[in-house]
């Protein structure tokens, strides 16, 4: 069974246009976290929803809007896509404040 | 602003030689340290958490120290298979997020 997992594990979409990544967790856990790894590998905070509250909002631009229907799922709606947005985007899980667990990652490419 | 260096970018080894890889840090009330490892294409895969100052953790050939400045990842004759992205990060205060490093890429040759 897949503990973090991540719909489409490949994205490829134009300028302008607008789109969804999901991600589900069964491992039972509160809070869960959208990272962004650029193309230098470096990965950083986007997010994080703890019981479908959000708690971190980094500085990212507000075509970005994360949502959490429950505890077990947290999706990212990307309005707008720029070719900036291009990157691996992860999510993951955490009962509190442990160690996180890593989706595959979404890869976003916009031409 | 809490900081994460790692150190070497990147590292070479034969089969069986040993070496460390350096995660050195600054932050304001350290929650803890988590070393992770990361696969080409793949998600972060959780190796080590250590809280304190003193800790030590092994898994396998891997083993890792903690210091009020430093963390480091000992590398025991390792394998091809240990070749990966070794990723340190940081998680500060009351907060939730982890603050990565650059990582440090290993590839191990036969």
């Known amino acids: 069974d897949t503990a973090v997992s991540q719909t489409p594990k490949y994205l490829v979409t134009q300028m302008g246009n607008d789109k969804s990544i999901k991600c589900e967790q069964n491992?039972?856990?509160?809070?869960m976290y959208w990272y962004k790894q650029d193309s230098k590998k470096f990965l950083k905070i986007m997010f994080s929803y703890n019981n479908k509250e959000l708690i971190i909002n980094e500085t990212v631009p507000n075509r970005f809007s994360p949502k959490s229907p429950d505890k077990a799922h947290l999706n990212l709606h990307i309005n707008s896509l720029e070719l900036g947005d291009s990157a691996v985007y992860f999510c993951a899980s955490s009962q509190d404040v442990n160690e996180q667990y890593f989706g595959p990652g979404t890869r976003l490419t916009v031409t | 602003e809490d900081q994460v260096t790692q150190s070497p970018e990147a590292l070479r080894l034969q089969e069986g030689e040993s070496s460390s890889l350096n995660c050195s840090y600054t932050?304001?009330?350290?929650?803890?340290l988590f070393w992770y490892r990361q696969d080409p294409g793949k998600g972060p895969e959780f190796l080590f958490t250590?809280?304190?100052a003193g800790e030590e953790k092994e898994k396998e050939r891997l083993k890792a120290t903690l210091t009020k400045k430093e963390s480091f990842l000992h590398i025991t004759a390792p394998k091809p298979e240990d070749s990966a992205t070794y990723l340190c990060?940081?998680?500060?205060?009351?907060?939730?997020?982890?603050?990565f490093g650059k990582g440090t890429s290993l590839l191990v040759t036969p």
């Open positions: 250590l809280y304190s």
């Open positions: 491992l039972g856990h509160d809070t």
């Open positions: 932050v304001s009330g350290l929650r803890g």
């Open positions: 990060a940081v998680q500060a205060g009351s907060g939730y997020a982890l603050n």
